[in-house]
Each structure stands twice: as C-alpha cells, then as structure tokens.
C-alpha cells in the first residue's frame, strides 16, 4: 500500500500524479460541443462517466487549460447547456490524439483529425459518424 497526496507527487517521489492510474483502463468520452455561433468543439476526456441511469447523467472533467482559464468544451456547455459523449475506439486513436490539441476558440478538431459530424436529435452538437 502507498500513500501520496494529490498536487505533492513530485515531492513524494512520483514523476506522473499517480491519481491519473487510480482507474484503468480508462475509456475516453471525445466530447462535442458547439459555442454560441455554431462553432463545432471536439475533445477527448478520460475523466467521464455514466453518473445515473434515472434521470440519465454523463459527467466530464475539464479542468483548466496551462494559463488557468477554461477549456472551449466547458465554455461552450456552459453557454450551451449541451454536449454529445462520443467514444473512442481503438481505430481512432490517431484521430483522436489531433483533437487533444489546444487550438485557438472556434477552430474545429473535428476538421482538422478528418473526421465528420452528422446532426443530432435533440441537441446542436454534432455526434461522430464514424464507427
């Protein structure tokens, strides 16, 4: 057994924060947002999950970009109310590492990995077509 605490890792001995292997393997939630003037996001995310089933609940954590403002998903749903939880499978892993990028806001990852969207039913973000 060990025992680190969160935001001390390196003083502890670790090079990586060990909190990030806590649950493994992680599924990645490639979250689809868009901002006020239908700009497309997309970002992959480790920390998410299926919260509850009654109401239906998926979570993600954003956390904070280098500079401490906020990621363009978090922005975008904060502004929204609306995201698609897409996942990543293993055929789209190098697609999915170009959409881990920072680009510049309303610069579209789904673009620049080569991927397509296609409408939802009942939200303005796009979902992913491919499989």
């Known amino acids: 057994m060990i025992f680190y605490e969160p935001g001390h890792h390196k003083d ?3 090079r990586h924060d ?3 292997a806590v649950v493994s393997p992680r599924p990645i939630g490639w979250i689809s947002t868009v901002d006020t003037e239908g700009r497309t996001n997309l970002a992959p995310y480790s920390f998410f999950n ?5 109401p239906p609940v998926v979570v993600f954590g954003t956390g904070t970009k280098s500079d401490g403002s ?3 998903s978090q922005r975008n749903v904060e502004a929204t109310g609306e995201f698609v939880c897409n996942i990543v499978s293993e055929a789209l892993k190098e697609q999915m590492n170009k959409t881990a990028v920072h680009l510049p806001h309303g610069e579209d990852e789904m673009s620049l990995a080569g991927l397509e969207g296609a409408a939802c039913t009942k939200v303005r973000s796009a979902r992913l077509c491919e499989p």
């Open 50 to 54: 299926a919260m509850s089933f009654l």
């Open 12 to 14: 502890q001995g670790f």
């Open 18 to 20: 060990p909190f990030k």
């Open 70 to 72: 906020p990621k363009d």
